[in-house]
Nanobody, 126 residues
Framework: QVQLVESGGGSVQVGGSLRLSCAAS????????VAWFRQGPGKEREFVAA????????HYGDSVNGRFTISRDNVKDTVYLQLSMLKADDTAVYSC???????????????????WGQGTQVTVSS
């Protein structure tokens, strides 16, 4: 069973930066594709970013592309999400999710994510 634990959330001003972490345990981390999602107050859950198993390919949601960066460390079993140029609309609970995929150098867009963390709150204020 895969366990995911997010950290790094907090309060920041508009234009600021944060780095979120998602630490995994319970399985071979390099076999997992990992993604970040977020859910703001009164909003539906939104895809933020995903990264391939080997870290070579990343995909971003339109609203964060160019401002957020996803990366991973397969030695530390951790995925990071660097949030920059933050806006008030980025306020949300950020959750990481993972699934086992067949190929290490591609992103599976079809299957749902099987494992989820509890989330970490990011609040952006002006």
């Amino acid at each position: 069973q895969v366990q995911l634990v997010e950290s790094g959330g907090g309060s920041v001003q508009v234009g600021g930066s944060l780095r979120l972490s998602c630490a995994a345990s319970g399985s071979t981390f390099s076999n997992l594709q990992v993604a970040w999602f977020r859910q703001g107050p009164g909003k539906e859950r939104e895809f933020v970013a995903a990264i391939s198993r080997n870290g070579g390919i990343a995909h971003y949601g339109d609203s964060v592309n160019g401002r957020f960066t996803i990366s991973r460390d397969n030695v530390k079993d951790t995925v990071y999400l660097q949030l920059s140029m933050l806006k008030a609309d980025d306020t949300a609970v950020y959750s990481c999710a993972a699934k086992f995929t067949k190929y290490s150098a591609s992103i599976d867009y079809l299957r749902q994510y099987d494992y989820w963390g509890q989330g970490t709150q990011v609040t952006v204020s002006s």
